[in-house]
Nanobody, 119 residues
Framework: QVQLVESGGGLVQAGGSLRLSCAASGSTFKINYIGWYRQAPGRQRDLVARVSFGGSTSYADSVKGRFTISRDNAKTTVFLQMNSVKPEDTAVYYC?????????????WGQGTQVTVSS
């Protein structure tokens, strides 16, 4: 099992910056990908950014050039630096860890942190 705890959400003005953190614990050696999803009211949960065990990163088109995902050397904490935020970035942001195993894949989720961007 993997446990994820997010922090860093809040209220920010459009054009500002915010940094989210996600601390992973438990069987972190099983994680193949770790990253961030977001869900706005009435919308589905979408991938924002993720990083692979090997360090490869991927981003949603809507955040490319504005958001940066990184992790610490121990690979147990992942960060999302959000710059030039827009009102449409308002959502609950969830940390996700994915494990690929003989059964397919397993997803672990944090509790979510609210990000609100005011115009």
């Amino acid at each position: 099992q993997v446990q994820l705890v997010e922090s860093g959400g809040g209220l920010v003005q459009a054009g500002g910056s915010l940094r989210l953190s996600c601390a992973a614990s438990g069987s972190t050696f099983k994680i193949n990908y770790i990253g961030w999803y977001r869900q706005a009211p009435g919308r589905q949960r979408d991938l924002v950014a993720r990083v692979s065990f090997g360090g490869s990163t991927s981003y949603a088109d809507s955040v490319k050039g504005r958001f940066t995902i990184s992790r610490d050397n121990a690979k147990t904490t992942v960060f999302l630096q959000m710059n030039s935020v827009k009102p449409e970035d308002t959502a609950v942001y969830y940390c996700n860890a994915r494990e690929y195993n003989v059964y397919g894949s397993s997803d672990y989720w944090g509790q979510g942190t609210q990000v609100t961007v005011s115009s």
